[in-house]
């Protein structure tokens, strides 16, 4: 940043990097045209405006790439929307990322906890950012009718034959990660710094964030000062984008609980110690840890989403199982909550009489995903940043929500590395406009119908993504 420094008694110029302003300034100082206080701000609000001058014209610069080398991100995002792959399935996608980020000078490292991607550019001594772009679709069969639709299926874990599809938006985010590397490099004359480039495989399944960090990611490449990352948006129109300081994204948990009984004829339920009845208890102590346990300004979600027990009309069963979800902004509201199902889930079976033997098993999954939380004063000055780039208009502060994201991870080791993750609106405007109309539900994330509008998505997401890093680089 071009600044001026003067000594106590404001008697002389020390130092001032911008030459211009340190010509006008001279002038005004030897005729002693102005108290030299005066001086002193006068020359820092033009140092400011020149600053502000030079970044119009950087974003000037990065919107005519974007629209010059949009064409080609457009043939890249509908090649990966074609050709998904699911979660710790993404060799074929990785490859594809891996070419893109070699083919402008990027130093790339494959199969990185897992299939992971890590792409390195260095341009001199300066801060170094870091972009994330996840990589895996979802095992969802595609009902969009585009032209450029999924057809393809895989055998997932478990050997079943399930359809994929590209349906919460993660072929925009590799779309807008080429197209920001792009343009940084056509730029790279005008900063300097390190451009640290992420390739994410096992998003949805939360698995590709820490098997990377687990590999080492921040220790075996440049350490970030900042990381970055976007995700599209089945709420806003496209071309529009969206921030939310803090808690951006929640906890998510998955968790089975594994209810013991003793089975017998449905004709003689007293002979026997019911499942079923006991699993049902359960479900309905568990709808009172939000509403009498949890505080009412601290939000949290427990959800039995599944219930499996018995093969016949006529016989109770042995066992029971549930599978639930639980969502929550802070570790403290997601370590009670667990603490309370396991204390409940005890006690309602013993209150039936299940010996201790035979109480019920609590697994918490391995599946966990971390809060996004983003930082304040970093996600703060990105919004800026993008109402200069895209307009004011163009920018809004979004609510958090209550789905899962392992990008929080990046921010959750001992680097304490602020990030921010940001909305990229995907929505025909005219679509988004008529369902508000009509009162009706836009098909969501992970809808069978999720079908962004690929060219104002990609172009906002490269255009505020590529505005942010430069930000960044020029102004640690």
Known sequence: MNFLVIDLKFSKLVCFQDKLSLHIMKKLFDNQYIPKLTLCLLTLSITGQLLAQRHQALFKKVDKIVEKKYSYLDNLYKYLHKNPEISFQEKNTAKRVAQELKKLGFEVTENFGGFGVVGVFKNGKGPTIMVRADMDALPVKELTGLPYASTKTTKDDLGNEVPVMHACGHDIHMSVMVGTAQALVALKSSWKGTLLFIGQPAEERSGGAIAMLKEGLFKKFPLPDYALSMHSSATIAAGKVGYREGAALANVDMVDIFVYGEGGHGAYPHTTKDPIVLASRIVMSLQTIVSRVISPFEPAVVTVGAIHA????????????????????????????????????????????????????????????????????????LKKVAENMIGKENVSDTPAVMAGEDFGRFGRTDAKIPICLYWVGTVDPKKLAEYKKANKQLPSLHSAYFSPVPEPSIKAGVKTMTASVLNLLLNK
């Not at 042995?318 to 603490?339: C, F, M, P, W």
């Not at 033997?357 to 004063?377: C, D, F, G, Q, S």
């Open 310 to 381: 018995g093969t016949k009309h006529n016989i109770i069963p042995g066992e029971a199982h549930l599978q639930l979800t639980l969502r929550s902004y802070t570790d403290e509201v997601r370590n009670k909550t667990i603490a309370v199902i396991k204390r409940m889930v005890k006690h309602v079976a013993l209150s039936a009489g299940i010996p201790e033997n035979k109480l019920p098993k609590v697994k918490i999954r391995a599946e966990y995903t971390p809060v996004t939380m983003n930082n304040v004063k970093l996600t703060r000055r």
